[in-house]
């Protein structure tokens, strides 16, 4: 949770979204529990090797509609409404700064419309961060994310360091 005094000018923030987070590991998307989701091979066929970490997301205010979807399966005709919302690379070695040119630059090269690099954007006073969050929050998002652009993926840690910091209303 977000406790204040934090340079801002150090952290990178977006939306949090009210998904399933689901990490792409090259050949199949994981849900954070182990299992597996079942999604139909077009939604996946053209994503990269690399491993990616996201969320499985509808929209803003439709997480129950979205859970519907998972739980029904690859048959499930909706799931051309679903995004893969991606905001990380677990297997790069790069500082987060880094990791969202290489983010950017792989989503990109796929063609694939529902593969979304999330939009991670500077905010650089507590003033523009709780404008941010407010603007979020009324339009029917869960909160925002900050993650500190010095950061290593946790296994690539060389030292400890500060995990991504949740800011949702009070």
Do not use: C
Request: proline share 5%; charged share 25%.
């Amino acid at each position: 949770s977000y406790a204040g005094d934090l340079d801002l000018q150090d952290y990178w923030v977006s939306e949090k979204f009210d998904g399933f987070r689901a990490s792409w590991d090259g050949s199949k998307l994981v849900s954070r529990r182990g299992p597996v989701f079942s999604v139909p091979s077009w939604f996946v066929e053209s994503f990269p090797e690399q491993p990616m970490d996201g969320e499985l997301w509808l929209a803003r205010g439709r997480f129950q509609t979205l859970a519907s979807i998972v739980k029904s399966g690859a048959g499930d005709q909706r799931w051309s409404r679903v995004s893969y919302q991606v905001f990380d690379l677990p297997a790069s070695m790069q500082s987060f700064d880094k990791r969202l040119v290489e983010l950017e630059h792989l989503v990109r090269n796929t063609g694939v419309s529902w593969l979304v690099a999330v939009k991670q954007e500077k905010l650089l006073t507590e003033k523009q961060l709780f404008e941010r969050l407010e603007e979020v929050v009324s339009a029917g998002g869960e909160g925002l994310m900050l993650h500190r652009g010095d950061s290593y993926w946790p296994k690539a840690r060389r030292e400890q360091q500060a995990p991504p910091i949740h800011l949702r209303p009070q």
